[in-house]
C-alpha cells in the first residue's frame, strides 16, 4: 500500500502538481491495512486527509469499489485463465497506465484522467499577482 502511494505522490511531483497539505483526501474502507498506523502516519506527513472517519456510510468506499468493478470486467475476466502472479502484476500495471493515461471517462468530458487533472489544476492555480507600485516611497 505505501509503495502505491508512494509512486501516485512521485508521479504528482513530477508532472508538476504536488500534494497541498489539506487539498488531498485518501479514499478507503475499513480494512486493516488502511487503518494501519504506518500509513496513517505516512497520509498526514504528506498533508493528505483519510477518509475513514465516515466509516459505516456509502461514501467511503464507493468510488473504490467502482474501479475494482472495471478492472475485473475490463481486465481480469476476459483474459483469464492468468497463468501466474508475474503475468497478473505485469497486466495491471499496463491496465492502469491505459486507465489513467489514454482511456476516455465520459463522466469527465471523453478526456483521460491525466489530461482532466491537469486543465484543473491549469485553471485553479493561483498565480502570484503583482501590482506595480507607483509614486514614490
Do not use: C
Not at 509512486?7 to 488502511?34: E, F, K
Not at 475494482?68 to 470486467?73: D, E
Amino acid at each position: 500500500m505505501l509503495s502505491a502511494l508512494e509512486m501516485a505522490l512521485w508521479r504528482r511531483d513530477r508532472a508538476g502538481t504536488p500534494v497541498q497539505a489539506g487539498r488531498l483526501v485518501h479514499h478507503s474502507d475499513a480494512g486493516s491495512q488502511y487503518t494501519s498506523f504506518l500509513l496513517t502516519a505516512h497520509l498526514a506527513a504528506e498533508g493528505i486527509a483519510a477518509s475513514i472517519g465516515s466509516v459505516g456510510d456509502a461514501y467511503d468506499n464507493a468510488l473504490m469499489e467502482s474501479a475494482v468493478g472495471l478492472y475485473k470486467t475490463e481486465l481480469i475476466k476476459p483474459r483469464r485463465p492468468w497463468k501466474t502472479l508475474e503475468e497478473v502484476e505485469l497486466a495491471t500495471a499496463e491496465w492502469v497506465d491505459w486507465y489513467n493515461n489514454t482511456r476516455l471517462h465520459g463522466e469527465i468530458g471523453h478526456v483521460p484522467p491525466v489530461e482532466y487533472e491537469a486543465a484543473y489544476h491549469a485553471q485553479n492555480t493561483l498565480e502570484p499577482q503583482v501590482t506595480p507600485i507607483t509614486g514614490s516611497l
